[in-house]
């Protein structure tokens, strides 16, 4: 990205959220919005899926801004109540009208087969044809994405204006895919930290040409793993590239174990349309994460949403199953479906809007700012208010907002900091950004006014040792 993230000095400091507050500052929203959608532009014509080489070749292409690691898990891996399937590979699929003219060709959209085709060469008539077509009349001129996962079919996906105008007679169908033993492939990157507590970001990888739906968080994903790279982190961060629903049960089933390291977790996708930041709490609902993404959209000083969880949607629905019961919440914009381009050829790169990837990118990192930087600490001068003037803490120019801030940040520290309330609590009840909040706490410690205690608990997953 843009902004460069200072070299890792070996360890990792309770001051972590200090070495995040610059990224953020220092990002060039111009600069980076345009590479972030630029990279978008490279993917969008790769079909993806669940399984097969489009997934390899774009987590390939997102190695250059982070290093991920690929995992294959082999065909018939019986992960919990599924079972891995087959691996899909399209090379051509073309649809010929009777008069020779090229109806549909995958090559110029590969939306326009049904994903997950079984292979089929023929030559059909019109009635049997429609059996296999797939059309939008309520929007005539974008093709739907459309797929056939785990029930054998072959089809293709057209608008409903292409469709109106079929005549009788013989189409010529080539659909030339492969369904064979393979694996499910998906990306992983580990930023490591100094606790083995981790919070992961998750973001699907299965949808071929779907601009915001699907790569505005793979974009997004790496992005944020390539600035916390080089930071002194508290928290161990895991970056996980699936395909959807599958993908994050295969994930979850390989790392039962690993899978309880998780104390905060977002699922991100669909960040880039123009609508407003909406975010869907985890199942338990009021946990770390979500408190941190509410303070941090509550002080945004923009337009937003916050949804109670509900079992359908991105793949917080796996991470929050009840066997798991992760603090799992999704950050998004327009939630799925909510828009109308959601899974049509209208979720191309000119729904994407730079300066929307870049404020999300933003929000994602003020969360982890606050995760990083959230302590409790003990006032060390508690019988009454401490005299801030003497020791230079108390501003001499009145009438400055900022500086009228900072000063109630102070108070209000000296105020609740009585080992029970947190960084975010007291950012929660002032109403101040945590940013202030978190800066006069620094200030206050390196005055002797306040003492941080010990690493607080995190939320631990339901049933966790």
Known sequence: ????????????????????????????????????????????????????????????????????????????????????????????????????????DADRLNLHVL??????????????????????????????????????????????????????????VLIDTSLTEGSLTYGELVVPGASADEV????????????????????????????????????????????GTIGSITWLAL??????????????????????????????????????VLHVLASSGQDYEVRDFSPYGYDERQYCSPGFDLAVGSLTRTPHGEYPEYHTSGDNPDLVRPDRLVDSLRRYLEVFEVLEGNRTYLNLSPKGEPQLGKRGLYGSIGGQTHAVASQMALLWLLSLSDGSHSLLDIAERSRLPFNDVHRAARTLEAAGLLRAMDRRQTDAPRGAP
């Open 115 to 172: 994903n997950y085709s079984v292979p089929f060469r023929g030559k059909v008539r019109l009635a049997e044809l429609e059996k296999h077509l797939h059309s939008l009349p309520s929007q005539p001129s974008l093709v739907p994405y459309r797929t056939s996962y785990y029930e054998d079919d072959w089809g293709f996906c057209l608008t409903h204006e292409q469709r109106t105008r079929l005549r009788p007679g013989e189409y010529d």
């Open 255 to 292: 790392n039962e174990e690993r899978a309880r390291r998780i104390a905060h977790g977002l699922v991100v996708a669909g960040v880039g349309d123009a609508g407003r930041l909406t975010y869907k709490r985890s199942r338990r609902g009021a946990t770390e994460i979500d408190r941190a």
């Open 200 to 243: 992961l970001v998750s973001a699907h990888c299965c949808h071929p040409s779907l601009a915001n739906d699907n790569l505005s968080g793979m974009v997004l994903a790496a992005s944020l793993a390539r600035l916390l790279g080089g930071l002194p982190l508290r928290y161990t961060y895991r970056f996980l590239f699936v395909p």
């Open 1 to 104: 990205m843009t902004a460069a993230a200072p070299e890792r000095d070996g360890h990792a400091s309770d001051g972590a959220a200090e070495h995040i507050r610059p990224l953020i500052d220092k990002l060039d929203p111009e600069a980076t919005g345009a590479e972030m959608h630029a990279l978008i532009r490279e993917l969008y014509p790769i079909c993806r899926s669940i399984t097969g080489d489009g997934v390899r070749r774009s987590l390939r292409i997102l190695r250059r801004i982070a290093p991920l690691t690929l995992h294959e898990v082999p065909t018939g891996t019986v992960v919990f109540d599924w079972v891995v399937p087959r691996e899909w590979n399209l090379r051509k699929a073309r649809l010929v009208g009777p008069d020779g003219e090229v109806v549909v």
